[in-house]
């Protein structure tokens, strides 16, 4: 099981995601699902599982709206949850604003429960729950779980331990000064608790941490990266840390050596002790594992000229990090400030090939555009530069088709018993969650069913 967002996502700078190659150009014929807002983008949630298939998203009016459907039929229940006004925003938290932030999170508990959360940057927590299984007309707003720490919440994610409990995690406090909370839900009392008594990662009020979610490694054991950040600034990140855990309750580093909570950047493992304006970006590192079941992290940072580089790296005898620059590109991607920018930059994670070696799939907007590594399994050095993987669309569906000037295609795909659904919708480039002068009208959100493909490995956003 690998919990990332699509994000989807996490940070103070935003990823798109990893360009790769149109598949077919065969078109396929496409369900319109309604009209979406389209002056920025944002994550949509999109969930297929049970037998069902849930999306929550933006509609022409930037409100909530949530569509369930049984797989087995073509029709679509809509509901639009309630909201509550947002201190200082000036809209209910149902509404969205510009804010490429505000992505939308869906789960099923084991009783089939549908949670959702989302539309929040520095904002109480927004919450709902339905009251009926598998009935999106039920949803209830709550805004609270725990009741504690909920007021400056962002970046949602629902995800799951090893034995199949619902966890949330979200962050309190902004960029450049936050921690990460873990909360645990129990379904036979229907109530949220903290999973921990202290927060996982914690700024100490001077920084905060930009992390993936915890990826369930072939070994059994979660493994967390990464990156401490000074200020609001995403040039500020730095120092890429690691630990793991068997339960997500105690944390070690990949010597077995423990971890007390919360983890500072004084506690963490160091992965690449990257200075401040060193590189490090924080929707642009991505974590896979060797034949040996070792960690391996993917990730961008500055060479010793100042250019971009791609570099891997994993723990070696005595838990002392060995990386490697994968990449030789001529070339920096020279970001800055706080709000959502597009990448110029996206690794996906290291896969394990039938033949030991890895696969890392890359893309710039830079030359030499996209394409994928195959890495030698013991050095980790390149070996092969291969084409990119195939899109998630089709060739005549990859291309803006809206007729406004400026769009871009944005997708959300989910798979279930060998089958793949992608979304598509049109939206502006992000633009540092700035409103626009004036709003493009609203596009058409699909749902397509499309052969299962490899599309390579997902970004991140976040800020």
Known sequence: MRPFLLLAALFACSASSVFAAPSSDVPPAGVLLGKVWSGHPVSFAFLTERGHQFIAYYDSERRITVAGRRLDQSEWTRFQPAGAPVPGRGRDSNVTNWDSHN???????????????????????????SSRPLDVSSLERLDRMTGRRENNTTYPVFFKNAAGDLLFRYRDGGSGNGSDIYNRYDPVSRSWENLLSTPLLDGEGERNAYAINPVLGPDGRFHLIWMWRETPDCSTNHTLSYARSRDLLSWEKS??????????????????????????????????FDRDHRPIVVYHRYDAAGRSQAYAARPDAGAAWKSVQISDWDFRWNFSGGGSIAAEVTLGAATLQPDQSLLVDFSTTHAPGSGRWRLDPATLRPLALLPPPSG??????????????????????????????????????????RPREKAPPPVELRLYELPDADIGGAARIGS
């Not at 004084?266 to 060193?278: I, R, S, Y």
């Open 255 to 288: 010597d077995g050596t423990p971890i007390p909570l919360p983890i500072t950047q004084a506690k963490g493992e160091v992965v690449d002790p990257a200075p401040v304006k060193g590189g490090l970006i924080n929707m642009t590192f991505n974590l896979g």
């Open 103 to 129: 992505y939308l999170t869906l789960a099923l508990d084991r009783d089939g429960y549908l949670h959702l959360s989302g539309n929040m940057h520095n904002d109480p927590l927004v919450y709902y729950r």
């Open 392 to 433: 998630a669309l089709p060739a005549s569906l990859s291309a803006p088709s809206s007729g406004l000037p400026g769009m871009e295609v944005q997708t959300a795909v989910s798979r279930a018993d060998g089958r793949r659904w992608v979304l598509r919708w049109e939206t502006l480039p992000r633009n540092r969650d």
